[in-house]
């Protein structure tokens, strides 16, 4: 079965730079999130979007943006890097159910280093 | 502000031991809670709980809910090596206007030794 698809796997940066991640949703899923874990930590919500719209905002800095595209895939910007930005970066998917509830489908992760 | 509060943080057994994973929560607008089991990478989902007193089962492990007391348990009985993880609980919330989104908890990393 078709997974949540992530890359890069891994991006080395310094600071200062700028890094794309992407992610491309399971087919028919209509809602990604974007969740930032750094070393020893909980996963943090980033951001999220359901059906190509910008839909919840967590603890995303301002440097960085995001958005998703026609084709359902979700990109996730970051500019001027800092060292603390070093992290797993995870993009999930899931499809909404305003009744019930939701269970994310999480990709393998783009890990992220800043030097 | 919501939290979800996992206990204990590590736990070091050995095969063949029963373990009990513990989670708390205080959240507004709560509609389910989610177990996760994260080895190498990402996270993999276990079980999705929304009604008190249900509990849900998968071979070895088990979970259920206790929406009065606000808590969860992780039951994993005769435990193997390959069970060795962190174990995150998440809440989803509705955070309006059909929004839903996971609070995770800090996790609890077991360790099975053989």
């Known amino acids: 079965a078709a997974g949540v698809i992530q890359s890069p796997r891994h991006l080395i940066k310094e600071k200062r730079e700028t890094a794309t991640l992407k992610c491309y949703p399971i087919?028919?899923?209509?809602?990604v999130y974007w969740y930032q874990q750094g070393p020893g930590q909980d996963p943090q919500f980033l951001i999220s979007?359901?059906?190509?719209?910008?839909?919840d905002k967590g603890s995303i800095p301002d440097r960085f943006s995001a958005q998703q595209f026609s084709d359902y895939h979700s990109e996730l910007n970051m500019s001027s890097l800092e060292l603390g930005d070093s992290a797993l970066y995870f993009c999930?998917?899931?499809?909404?159910?305003?009744?019930?509830?939701?269970?994310?489908?999480f990709g393998a992760g783009s890990r992220l280093t800043v030097l | 502000e919501d939290k979800v509060v996992q206990s204990p943080l590590s736990l070091v057994v050995h095969e063949g031991d029963t373990v009990t994973l513990n989670c708390s929560y205080e959240?507004?607008?709560?509609?389910?809670l989610l177990w996760y089991k994260q080895e190498k990478k990402a996270p993999t989902f276990l079980f999705m709980l929304?009604?008190?007193?249900i509990e849900k089962k998968s071979g070895r492990l088990s979970s259920i809910l206790d929406k009065k007391e606000l808590f969860s348990i992780l039951n994993i009985t005769a435990t193997q090596t390959g069970d060795s993880a962190i174990y995150l609980c998440?809440?989803?919330?509705?955070?309006?206007?059909?929004?839903?989104?996971?609070?995770f908890g800090k996790g609890t990393l077991l360790t099975v030794n053989p």
């Open positions: 999930a998917s899931s499809l909404l159910r305003v009744s019930g509830a939701n269970v994310l489908t």
């Open positions: 979007f359901y059906e190509k719209m910008q839909s």
């Open positions: 087919p028919r899923h209509d809602t």
């Open positions: 959240v507004t607008n709560f509609r389910s």
């Open positions: 929304t009604s008190s007193g």
């Open positions: 998440a809440v989803e919330v509705d955070s309006g206007g059909s929004n839903y989104k996971l609070t």
